[in-house]
């Protein structure tokens, strides 16, 4: 009941900050207001907030069906209907055509979901068909891939000279080439790389990889603040810290995983093997990241190449990185194996 009450309050105030911002700020902020993730962790907190009710309360309750698909029928109902009132004379009434962009309709959706998951009749028993259950799974990779495949589809298209109107072709195959897509994408790509992934979770520590990437994400920018102040001089290398960081953000990781410091085993013997396996992702990592900084300063992206910014970044991230480990030792977060007699 408290992570409940805890995700309406999170909505709530989080709608009056987004509708504030938007009638102040819109269209200035339009990028910020539509995509930023701050915006959309109140429904991802509703969402897992929703499974975790389901999974440990809602599955094990038995509810008349009448119940669940009057609550089905009832949030479909008001959410198609703000969808398209919104859309008709509503809209003139919306400041700037709020869209609901930030989690609007997510108690609405949540409620849909749980219904429909906690009913038996035969409405969830039709859509519990394997068929209907692997198109759905396909949402996720169509939701990543159709913006880049319908671009470049569309562009595909407009210079072919054997379509004479490419609009045409477009409006008809792009959903089905879409399924086919997302299909693919699912049994190929996101099947194997969820049991990849689960495989892993079970070897590494979540705790040291997610203070890992807080760790590099405070290097980054602090080193650049340290470095070059706050004026001019720092202005003109944020395009460098933000390639700095995106490159940090997926090769630190990755050479973590790849040399073991990552490892629960390295973390519960600790000694030269945990430092040896940090001072290589570290240093390794730093090396790539300063390649790929010098050669889009080699090519004129940049004006300069601030070498002493890749030496601080590597002692940062080494040190800090250490630190962690040993404190989870010396906390004993992580047990060293005991010695067998």
Known sequence: KKLIWLSLVVWAVSQIIHFTLWVGYYPVLKEILLYSPPFHFNSFLMGVVGGVW???????????????????????????????????????????????????????????????????????????????????????AIYILHVPVIWLYERALE?????????????????????????????????????????????????TLLLDLAILTLSVFLVFRLRFGDGREYRSYQEMERLVFWAAFFIRPLLSLLLNSLSRANLQNGG?????????????????????AYIGYA????????????????????????????????????????IPA
Do not use: C
């Open 54 to 140: 389901y999974l440990r309360v809602g599955q094990d309750q038995r509810i008349n069906s009448r119940v669940t698909l009057f609550f089905v029928a009832l949030s479909f109902f008001l959410v198609a209907a703000y969808t398209i009132i919104s859309r008709g004379s509503l809209s003139t009434y919306l400041p700037h055509n709020l869209q609901p962009m930030a989690g609007l309709l997510a108690p609405l959706l949540i409620l849909f979901i749980v219904s429909l998951a906690m009913d038996g009749s035969w409405l969830s028993k039709s859509f519990n068909r394997r068929a209907l259950v692997d198109l759905g799974e396909t949402s996720y």
């Open 272 to 292: 030269m093997q945990m430092v040896r396996s940090v001072f290589l992702s570290t240093t390794i990592g730093s090396v790539l990241i300063a390649g790929i």
């Open 159 to 207: 210079s072919s000279a054997l379509i004479s109107n490419p609009y045409a072709v477009k409006q008809w195959t792009t959903i089905p080439i879409m399924i086919v897509i997302g299909l693919t994408a699912h049994f190929y790509v996101d099947t194997p790389l969820r049991r990849w992934l689960k495989s892993l979770l079970q070897r590494i520590s979540v705790r």
């Open 299 to 338: 090519v004129g992206w940049f004006e300069n190449f601030p070498r002493s910014v890749f030496i601080y970044d590597w002692l940062m991230v080494f040190v800090i990185s250490l630190i962690v480990r040993f404190g989870f030792r010396a906390f004993k977060i992580y047990k060293p194996d005991p």
